[in-house]
């Protein structure tokens, strides 16, 4: 490539990034809205996080728009290549995540009619575990930091624990009180949003090693989850 040609390029890619790093902040203060307007039973608050999500959809198509744009006109190839298309993939986890935020937020109102529900406390300790999770994953990303990145990965274990011990707790809780089971089950689909939250995370992780190092992480032992829900 020309001198031209590569601070045109190099342009693009700090464009991307910037995007993304937008696009990862809202998601994050999604995430931590939802479970807020959930703890705090603020049904405004979670619909301010519902309506917030069509900015995070408008910057995955505006990532998606300049990603074709930097390929169609800049031909990168190896190193190059790898990261725009890693940063496409990531867009739409990243939106992915949203969706998660925004579905958690959607439940609010009706599980805070609910306030009887001891398995509510248990909620907010998972969501910080898989928040951390968004957030260093996305910091790996921007620093191509590998060992980060793996630190990511080795966390999901964990956030899998957590909602198989929420599941055990939730079955349990809906034995002993039967009236609450369609409550309950909503309680049960906020923790499998953010157990999915933390798998998206993983998979943000995932891509940043190999584009940091060319290799694939190691593989690792993964928690069985005992739920039926669908992944």
Do not use: C, W
Not at 32 to 51: G, Y
Not at 115 to 122: K, W
Not at 137 to 153: E, G, H, N, P, Q
Request: no cysteine; charged share 30%; aromatic share 4%.
């Amino acid at each position: 490539m020309t001198d031209h040609t590569v601070k045109a390029f190099d342009d693009d890619i700090n464009a991307l990034r910037a995007l993304i790093a937008e696009m990862g902040g809202l998601t994050e203060d999604a995430i931590d809205n939802a479970m807020k307007a959930l703890t705090t039973r603020n049904v405004e608050l979670a619909r301010t996080v519902v309506a917030g999500d069509a900015r995070i959809d408008e910057l995955d198509a505006h990532i998606e728009r300049l990603v074709v744009q930097t390929i169609a006109l800049r031909a990168p190839l190896a190193d190059d290549l790898r990261e725009i298309i890693a940063v496409l993939k990531i867009a739409g986890i990243v939106e992915r995540m949203a969706d998660y935020a925004k579905n958690i937020a959607k439940r609010v109102e009706t599980v805070t009619a609910s306030s009887r529900m001891e398995p509510l406390s248990l909620l907010p300790s998972m969501a910080q575990i898989a928040r951390e999770m968004v957030k260093s994953a996305l910091d790996s990303f921007a620093a191509r930091d590998a060992k980060l990145a793996l630190a990511v990965i080795e966390k999901d274990r964990a956030v899998d624990d957590f909602y198989n011990s929420i599941f055990r707790t939730m079955v349990t809780f809906m034995m002993e009180n039967q009236k609450m089971i369609s409550e309950s089950a909503h309680v049960l689909f906020i923790a499998k949003n953010l157990e999915r939250i933390g798998d998206h995370a993983t998979n943000i992780a995932e891509m940043v090693h190999y584009v940091a190092t060319g290799e694939k992480p190691p593989e690792r032992e993964k928690a069985t989850i005992i739920d039926p829900v669908e992944r």
